[in-house]
């Protein structure tokens, strides 16, 4: 498995930006696909953003261009670059990694996670 930290997180307001990091440690960056997810209690873990290991990325149906995910295979972190943020992003962001080349956009196919880093928009 991947240890993975987040850091980003914060209170912001409507409209304003965050960037979240997630660094990863462990087994090796390299071959390794990654991704956000997000939750909000009561509701299920939603996919926001992956990337694969070489090229390519890819984003919720929500995010609407607000959203970029970018990675530093040197530095083993991804990031989050959040823009535009509404109310109802407010929600726990998790960064999660999976052997292989491809994001997914299931939870299930991730089996290193961070622990998690809180987002809060208000207005």
């Known amino acids: 498995q991947v240890q993975m930290v987040e850091s980003g997180g914060g209170l912001v307001q409507y409209g304003g930006s965050l960037r979240l990091s997630c660094e990863a440690s462990?087994?090796?960056?390299?071959?390794?696909?990654m991704a956000w997810f997000r939750q909000v209690p009561g509701k299920e873990p939603e996919f926001v953003a992956g990337i694969n290991w070489r090229i390519g990325t890819g984003y919720g149906d929500f995010v609407k261009g607000r959203f970029t995910i970018s990675r530093d295979n040197a530095k083993n972190t991804v990031f989050l670059q959040m823009n535009s943020l509404k109310l109802e992003d407010t929600a726990t962001y998790s960064c999660a990694a999976k052997i292989g080349t491809y994001f997914s956009r299931w939870r299930a196919d991730y089996d290193s996670w961070g622990q998690g880093t809180q987002v809060t928009v208000s207005s």
């Open positions: 462990g087994r090796t960056f390299s071959n390794n696909a």
